[in-house]
């Protein structure tokens, strides 16, 4: 691929994001994770009985 350097090219948002998705890289968000209360740090999580 041969690759072109111009700064006064003008892109959108949307073309950005749209070839991006094109090649794989998907925007998305991490999941949230709950953080460890006391009373789960007590329980055991009964993995390996």
């Known amino acids: 691929m041969k690759e ?3 700064s006064e090219l003008e892109v959108s948002e ?3 994001r749209r070839e991006l998705k094109n090649l794989g ?3 998305v968000l991490p999941r ?3 953080l460890l ?3 789960s740090k007590r329980e055991p999580i009964g ?3």
């Open 32 to 34: 949230r994770v709950p």
């Open 4 to 6: 072109e350097k111009n």
């Open 14 to 16: 949307r073309t950005i």
């Open 37 to 39: 209360t006391q009373k």
């Open 47 to 49: 993995v390996g009985q």
């Open 25 to 27: 890289f998907a925007s």
